[in-house]
């Protein structure tokens, strides 16, 4: 008889081994941190002796589940911000409360949150991308879990970086300190082709490939990232980064929603593994992975939550249940990934994605000892039919829960014992948890309260603020006041003639300002458009001086990077007006000052009238009054000085006509 540490026997054992086999009255003998033998639990009673004996009646005994993609701190996240779509979730709130919050600490607790949800869902294993994942790894082998911890890379400045080349360091730094470790592998994650630049994706490869680790990251999650990668760059995403030596490295694809059939087999030549993330694409509407196809052409697939934020629980149970349900739905064959090919992604497949399918993902002697018992005696998962030994499959993927793992092993050590964790104490991080919420809380409400911070949250130091002092009237006859500009009145520096496109958010506080998002297209004197410009102005409220019409405001202008999808959404503005006119602009020097004038022609609303602008930009107030003054002057010379002023900016002409008719 060999002595061993632990039998599990009287379970259902479910192998997922590469022959599926099941073992009704199974036996598993574990040693160590390893899976000393596995069959009948009178054979292993008849061989072993064990410190422990653990009787298993009425339990299916699986591997332990695979999460192929997560974001395990974002726990910390979960519930701030949904309903939005991936850029405005992104780029408007998970990126600019990660820059003021994510510190080792919040991945830490983050992570630790993570671990015990997960090891109460019978997840064994995960991979992870992140930031400060050196504080990752070190929460997640205090837990007891196996993972890839990754890296993350990005182009622009990270909570844990100021640039992509200091992480890249860090990246190199943390690969160095835990390769080897029993329970991590340290990886690298160059986030998305979008986020990322061609060196840094090669960079990123060339690390991988040095040390012999996986490389995590995002591919073509959305539509809108393949057309653009076609419209760019005449080609998909995979064969883009296939030609940044990307598929040198041992990758971790997630999501892959819209790949071809070429990509899926140059991904599969590769060796790359997959990701599958079925809540968090339907929750994004990311659209409908190919995870069939990617099956059949022998890709590795796995299954995973992505991150909390985005799913919002990590539950593998769920995810198993919807990845099936998508495949039938999509393809409108209920055949089509049956529960045990959809256990297989969720176990054995998900450890070869991870690259890890010599240590985890089945029950066979030599691997690592991941065991994860599942009650099959609930109310939802009766009766028991015995007739077909494979219809634990069903039992397991179609009614079975993440409240019926009773005992989870990791690595050979108990970390769920009879539905009570084992490695991590949760009140105190309950407690820290709902410390930060309160915090990321206060600054939201402070950052939601004005135009102006949201603004500044999302276009970071590319913007700009000025004042000026402007006039505009109404006038009858545009062409006098052109032959008067050309008359030499007043020196012309330069002249420029464009189509603008303008689209107002207006809020219900008038002290918030109103925000321009303007489409400018230059246009050349033959009428040709040979430029066009995307510029966001945020525009403070009129202050009145003693002169009788000049204002001054201040004005925050910044690039619009975003659609305007993006900012309405991100805004959301309680009304909008759209203003579309032709534009002829002068900059003239009148008495030593430069100004600002422009002759308006709205197309939309289309107007009969044409308006007179003059402006100029300005710093102090002793200048706002001189300009102010010399305005006044100005439009005399043009002749305008008896022309109707129009008290505020065009919305409410805009609004006037749309309510005159
Ligand atoms: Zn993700």
Same mark, same amino acid.
């Given at each position: 008889?060999?002595?061993?540490?632990?039998?599990?026997?009287?379970?259902?054992?479910?192998?997922?081994?590469?022959?599926?086999?099941?073992?009704?009255?199974?036996?598993?003998?574990?040693?160590?941190?390893?899976?000393?033998?596995?069959?009948?639990?009178?054979?292993?009673?008849?061989?072993?002796?064990?410190?422990?004996?653990?009787?298993?009646?009425?339990?299916?005994?699986?591997?332990?589940?695979?999460?192929?993609?997560?974001?395990?701190?974002?726990?910390?996240?979960?519930?701030?911000?949904?309903?939005?779509?991936?850029?405005?979730?992104?780029?408007?709130?998970?990126?600019?409360?990660?820059?003021?919050?994510?510190?080792?600490?919040?991945?830490?607790?983050?992570?630790?949150?993570?671990?015990?949800?997960?090891?109460?869902?019978?997840? &064994?294993?995960?991979?992870?991308?992140?930031?400060?994942?050196?504080? =990752?790894?070190?929460?997640? +082998?205090?837990?007891?879990?196996?993972? =890839?911890?990754?890296?993350?890379?990005?182009?622009?400045?990270?909570?844990?970086?100021?640039?992509?080349?200091?992480?890249?360091?860090?990246?190199?730094?943390?690969?160095?300190?835990?390769?080897? #470790?029993?329970?991590?592998?340290?990886?690298?994650?160059?986030?998305?082709?979008?986020?990322?630049?061609?060196?840094?994706?090669?960079?990123?490869?060339?690390? +991988? =490939?040095?040390?012999?680790?996986?490389?995590?990251?995002?591919?073509?999650?959305?539509?809108?990232?393949?057309?653009?990668?076609?419209?760019?760059?005449?080609?998909?995403?995979?064969?883009?980064?296939?030609?940044?030596?990307?598929?040198?490295?041992?990758?971790?694809?997630?999501?892959?929603?819209?790949?071809?059939?070429?990509?899926?087999?140059?991904?599969?030549?590769?060796?790359?593994?997959?990701?599958?993330?079925?809540?968090?694409?339907?929750?994004?509407?990311?659209?409908?992975?190919?995870?069939?196809?990617?099956?059949?052409?022998?890709?590795?697939?796995?299954? *995973?939550?992505? *991150?909390?934020?985005?799913?919002?629980?990590?539950?593998?149970? %769920?995810? @198993?249940?919807?990845?099936?349900?998508?495949?039938?739905?999509?393809?409108?064959?209920?055949?089509?990934?049956?529960?045990?090919?959809?256990?297989?992604?969720?176990?054995?497949?998900?450890?070869?994605?991870?690259?890890? *399918?010599?240590?985890?993902?089945?029950?066979?002697?030599?691997?690592?000892?991941?065991?994860?018992?599942?009650?099959?005696?609930?109310? #939802?998962?009766?009766?028991?039919? !015995?007739?077909?030994?494979?219809?634990?499959?069903?039992?397991?993927?179609?009614?079975?829960?993440?409240?019926?793992? &009773?005992?989870?092993?990791? !690595?050979?050590?108990?970390?769920?014992?009879?539905?009570?964790?084992?490695?991590?104490?949760?009140?105190?991080?309950?407690?820290?948890?709902?410390?930060?919420?309160?915090?990321?809380?206060?600054?939201?409400?402070?950052?939601?309260?004005?135009?102006? &911070?949201?603004?500044?949250?999302?276009? *970071?130091?590319?913007?700009?603020?000025?004042?000026?002092?402007?006039?505009?009237?109404?006038?009858?006859?545009?062409?006098?006041?052109?032959?008067?500009?050309?008359?030499?009145?007043?020196?012309?520096?330069?002249?420029?003639?464009?189509?603008?496109?303008?689209?107002?958010?207006?809020?219900?506080?008038?002290?918030?300002?109103?925000?321009?998002?303007?489409?400018?297209?230059?246009?050349?004197?033959?009428?040709?458009?040979?430029?066009?410009?995307?510029?966001?102005?945020?525009?403070?409220?009129?202050?009145?001086?003693? #002169?009788?019409?000049?204002?001054?405001?201040?004005?925050?202008?910044?690039?619009?990077? #975003?659609?305007?999808?993006?900012?309405? %959404?991100?805004?959301?503005?309680?009304?909008?007006?759209?203003?579309?006119?032709?534009?002829?602009?002068?900059?003239?020097?009148?008495?030593?000052?430069?100004?600002?004038?422009?002759?308006?022609? @709205?197309?939309?609303?289309?107007?009969?009238?044409?308006?007179?602008?003059?402006?100029?930009?300005?710093?102090?107030?002793?200048?706002?009054?001189?300009?102010?003054?010399?305005?006044? %002057?100005?439009?005399?010379?043009?002749?305008?000085?008896?022309?109707? =002023?129009?008290?505020?900016?065009?919305?409410?002409?805009?609004?006037?006509?749309?309510?005159?008719?």
């Amino acid at each position: 008889m060999t002595k061993v540490d632990w039998i599990l026997h009287n379970a259902t054992v479910v192998t997922m081994d590469e022959g599926y086999r099941v073992l009704r009255d199974g036996g598993v003998a574990v040693e160590g941190d390893t899976i000393a033998a596995v069959g009948p639990a009178k054979e292993i009673l008849a061989t072993y002796t064990a410190h422990e004996l653990i009787d298993c009646r009425g339990s299916a005994l699986i591997p332990g589940l695979v999460n192929a993609h997560t974001h395990a701190p974002m726990t910390l996240l979960r519930g701030m911000a949904d309903d939005l779509r991936l850029e405005v979730w992104l780029l408007g709130y998970m990126m600019p409360v990660e820059r003021e919050f994510v510190s080792p600490d919040f991945c830490r607790l983050g992570t630790l949150l993570a671990c015990a949800e997960m090891i109460r869902s019978g997840i &064994t294993c995960f991979a992870d991308m992140y930031y400060f994942e050196d504080a =990752v790894a070190q929460a997640t +082998a205090e837990a007891g879990m196996r993972a =890839v911890c990754s890296q993350t890379v990005l182009k622009f400045p990270t909570p844990d970086a100021a640039s992509y080349e200091d992480s890249l360091a860090s990246a190199r730094e943390f690969i160095t300190r835990w390769k080897g #470790h029993p329970l991590i592998v340290p990886s690298v994650a160059p986030h998305a082709p979008y986020t990322c630049t061609p060196e840094i994706l090669q960079a990123c490869a060339s690390l +991988a =490939v040095e040390f012999d680790v996986p490389l995590h990251t995002h591919i073509a999650e959305t539509r809108e990232e393949v057309d653009e990668w076609r419209e760019k760059y005449d080609m998909p995403v995979v064969p883009w980064v296939k030609k940044q030596g990307l598929l040198e490295a041992k990758v971790l694809a997630a999501h892959c929603v819209h790949l071809d059939d070429g990509e899926i087999h140059t991904l599969q030549h590769a060796g790359a593994g997959v990701a599958h993330n079925p809540s968090s694409n339907l929750k994004l509407a990311s659209g409908f992975a190919p995870v069939v196809d990617m099956l059949e052409a022998g890709l590795s697939v796995g299954i *995973g939550t992505d *991150g909390p934020a985005s799913n919002n629980d990590l539950d593998m149970f %769920e995810e @198993m249940r919807l990845a099936t349900f998508i495949a039938k739905g999509v393809s409108g064959d209920p055949t089509a990934l049956p529960a045990r090919l959809t256990l297989a992604m969720a176990t054995r497949l998900g450890a070869q994605a991870l690259h890890l *399918g010599h240590l985890t993902g089945s029950i066979e002697p030599g691997k690592r000892a991941d065991l994860v018992l599942v009650g099959l005696r609930g109310i #939802h998962n009766l009766p028991q039919f !015995n007739r077909d030994p494979q219809s634990v499959y069903s039992r397991l993927v179609y009614a079975g829960k993440a409240s019926d793992v &009773t005992d989870v092993m990791v !690595n050979g050590r108990w970390l769920l014992r009879e539905g009570s964790l084992q490695t991590i104490d949760v009140e105190p991080l309950i407690q820290a948890a709902a410390e930060y919420a309160a915090r990321i809380d206060a600054f939201l409400i402070q950052r939601e309260g004005s135009i102006l &911070t949201k603004l500044v949250a999302i276009e *970071g130091a590319e913007r700009e603020e000025s004042y000026e002092v402007q006039i505009k009237v109404r006038i009858e006859d545009s062409e006098a006041i052109v032959a008067r500009l050309a008359s030499g009145a007043v020196e012309v520096i330069r002249r420029a003639h464009y189509q603008e496109y303008d689209t107002y958010f207006l809020f219900d506080d008038p002290a918030q300002g109103r925000l321009r998002y303007r489409e400018d297209e230059f246009v050349s004197d033959g009428g040709e458009v040979f430029n066009v410009r995307y510029r966001l102005t945020l525009t403070g409220p009129a202050r009145e001086y003693q #002169h009788p019409v000049p204002l001054s405001r201040s004005r925050f202008i910044a690039p619009a990077t #975003h659609s305007l999808r993006f900012y309405r %959404e991100y805004f959301k503005p309680a009304r909008e007006n759209e203003i579309d006119k032709d534009r002829r602009r002068w900059l003239v020097r009148f008495r030593g000052k430069e100004f600002f004038v422009n002759l308006d022609r @709205m197309t939309k609303p289309a107007l009969e009238q044409s308006f007179l602008e003059i402006k100029s930009r300005t710093w102090s107030r002793g200048d706002a009054e001189e300009k102010s003054a010399l305005i006044l %002057e100005l439009l005399k010379v043009l002749g305008a000085e008896n022309s109707e =002023v129009i008290p505020d900016e065009y919305p409410d002409l805009a609004e006037g006509s749309r309510a005159a008719g």
